[in-house]
């Protein structure tokens, strides 16, 4: 996988599990994988500026097509001169297509062969989306790396449904490729095929056929356990393709990136980790901590004695749990931090340990801490 604004570095590989470390190259700046890649929705992060994002050491974040389409208007964006320049952010950036959105919407939206009907959640406007005005909008909005168009299907379908909206993802992957245009920006297939392993391994397959840099997973933790999510990612691993990033979409958890990386992923996105911030919870190398909870109303020791975050610098759990009791944004804005820079770390540590020839020696270590035994 080689163009002039993007390439792929294969650096390590786990000879035991798959695990691998490697850096993408983009026009915005390289990344080192494995990588967790912040959500920013809107064009933000909730509760984290850009030059906390990069304190942390963010190097790519994520915008999303269907929410800027509706608000304010890619069209806007671009006359802003694009996602970078309106959100004030010079490193990578990914645009999700949507479709996840728009399958979400379930009784707000109608699907057919040709695109997606759906009612805004905003306003109840309609709207028509087909795989080429997605590119349009990706186009517009000017990221780095942009997803294909593609219908996701929930937990419990039968086959046969599983099995029609993998073909359209295949079939609207060859209409986004048509109507992609400019080498500054990479599209990213989509594998489909819901828990079924052979939709999974026949969607892949096309799927990197047609990839040029990358390729996504999506459909999984959309609430499948996670024994079917880690069966299916057995499943593709042997598959998956060698020279380009694998991409691993809505994953967040602690214990799910350890185990996808386990199995040969690279890239993962997810809001959990900002979610449940603002809920008063945080992640920490030892399990949850929920500071909102009356037993650390005098504890004055930080969050994770292991993080170098702004926030377990500087605050104690007692402060935490004052500001989230109190309804202070300051308080969902530090746990944020925090959570995003564990999640962070986690990867930069999981990246040396490939590098080292450690990756199961960490695995096990950090199980030993977080408290669930595998």
């Known amino acids: 996988m080689n163009n002039e604004y993007f390439s792929f570095e294969l650096i390590k590989t786990d000879p035991e599990t798959g695990a691998r470390a490697g850096i993408l190259h ?13 959500v920013g929705t809107q064009a933000t992060v909730k509760g984290v500026l850009p030059d906390r994002l990069k304190e942390i050491n963010a190097q790519i974040i994520l915008s999303n097509t269907y929410h800027l389409f509706l608000r304010p208007g890619d069209e806007l964006v671009a006359a ?3 996602l970078h320049q309106f959100m004030h952010w010079d ?9 996840f959105q728009v399958f979400s919407l379930d009784s707000l939206r109608k699907i057919t062969d040709d695109g997606v009907t759906f009612r805004s959640h905003l306003d109840g406007s309609k709207h028509f989306i ?9 186009h517009n909005l000017g990221a780095d790396i942009i997803m294909q168009f593609d219908e996701c299907t929930p937990y419990g379908v039968d086959h046969n449904t599983a099995a029609r909206a993998m073909r359209r993802t295949l079939d609207w992957l060859d209409r986004c490729k048509n ?25 892949l397959k096309e799927s990197v056929d047609r990839a040029v840099c990358g390729i996504g997973i999506g459909g999984l933790s959309v609430g499948e356990p996670k024994e079917d ?3 299916i990612l057995d499943a593709m691993q042997p598959h998956l393709p060698e020279n380009m990033p694998r991409y691993l979409m809505g994953v967040g958890s602690a214990d799910c990136l350890i185990e996808g990386v386990m199995r040969g992923i690279d890239m993962f996105d997810c809001v959990l980790a900002t979610r449940i911030a603002r809920n008063g919870t945080a992640m920490t190398g030892r399990g949850k901590v929920v500071v909102r909870n009356s037993k650390y109303k005098d504890d004055f020791t930080p969050l994770d004695p292991d993080c170098d975050c702004y926030t377990c610098k500087n605050f104690s759990k007692a402060y935490l749990r004052h500001l989230i009791n109190a309804g202070e944004i300051a308080g969902g804005m530090l746990l944020s931090i925090h959570n995003l820079r564990f999640l962070i770390s986690l990867m930069e540590r999981m990246r040396e340990s490939i590098i080292h020839g450690e990756f199961m020696s960490f695995r096990r270590e950090f199980y030993e801490k977080f408290g669930t035994g595998v």
């Open 26 to 38: 983009t026009p915005h700046g390289d990344i080192e994988t494995p990588v967790y890649m912040p």
């Open 91 to 99: 490193r990578p950036i990914l645009t999700d297509s949507g479709g």
């Open 229 to 231: 999510m880690y069966r």
């Open 130 to 138: 087909t795989p080429e005005r997605c590119m349009e909008i990706q």
């Open 179 to 203: 109507a992609h245009s400019g080498d500054r920006q990479m599209l990213f297939p989509i594998v489909q095929g819901n828990v079924f392993e052979d939709l999974r391994l026949l969607s």
């Open 80 to 82: 802003a001169g694009g």
